[in-house]
C-alpha cells in the first residue's frame, strides 16, 4: 500500500508502526515530553507511547504550547518516527521546525486526508523525504 502526501515540514525520513489516533489530542497535557506516552486519561489511546511510531493525527486541540511539547520529545528522543496530519497545525508543527534550527533529527511532518489514516492502521509505515507512505504488514 502506498499514498503520496504533502510535506509540512522537511525533516528525516521515518519508519514505524503506524499509531492511528482515534481522536484529536492536546499535545499540552496530553502527552507526556518525557516518555512519549498519551497521559490524558479521556483520550482513547490513553497509555499508548508515540515514541518512534507513524504517528496518524485526525486533529489536535489547540494549546500554544504544543510546539514545546514536541519540540521536548524531539529534544529527549521521544518524538515520532514521522508525523501524518489531516490539515496543517501551525503551532505544533513549530516545534518540528525549532528543532530542526537547533541541529537535532528531525521528523518529516506531511499532509494526508484523513480518510486515507485508517488504511495504515496495522502497518509499519515508512515516510520518505519526498512525501510518499508507503507500507507493509507488521512481521
Known amino acids: 500500500m502506498s499514498a503520496e502526501a504533502?510535506?509540512?515540514?522537511?525533516?528525516?525520513?521515518?519508519?514505524?508502526?503506524?499509531?492511528?489516533?482515534?481522536?484529536?489530542?492536546?499535545?499540552?497535557?496530553?502527552?507526556?515530553?518525557?516518555?512519549?506516552?498519551?497521559?490524558?486519561?479521556r483520550h482513547p489511546d490513553h497509555g499508548r507511547s508515540i515514541a518512534g511510531t507513524v504517528l496518524f493525527l485526525p486533529g489536535t486541540i489547540g494549546s500554544s504550547s504544543a510546539a514545546a511539547v514536541l519540540l521536548e520529545l524531539v529534544h529527549a528522543g521521544y518524538?515520532?518516527?514521522?508525523?501524518?496530519?489531516?490539515?496543517?497545525?501551525a503551532i505544533l508543527l513549530l516545534g518540528l521546525i525549532?528543532?530542526?534550527?537547533?541541529?537535532?533529527?528531525t521528523p518529516v511532518a506531511v499532509r494526508l486526508d484523513r480518510e486515507r489514516h485508517a488504511e495504515f492502521a496495522t502497518m509499519v509505515v515508512t515516510v520518505s523525504v519526498d512525501g510518499q507512505l508507503s507500507a507493509l504488514p507488521p512481521p
Open 98 to 105: 525549532v528543532a530542526r534550527e537547533m541541529g537535532w533529527p
Open 6 to 41: 504533502e510535506v509540512l515540514v522537511e525533516g528525516s525520513a521515518g519508519r514505524g508502526k503506524a499509531l492511528v489516533l482515534s481522536a484529536p489530542i492536546s499535545f499540552w497535557g496530553g502527552v507526556d515530553p518525557k516518555t512519549g506516552r498519551v497521559v490524558d486519561v
Open 79 to 89: 518524538a515520532p518516527a514521522a508525523l501524518v496530519l489531516h490539515e496543517p497545525d
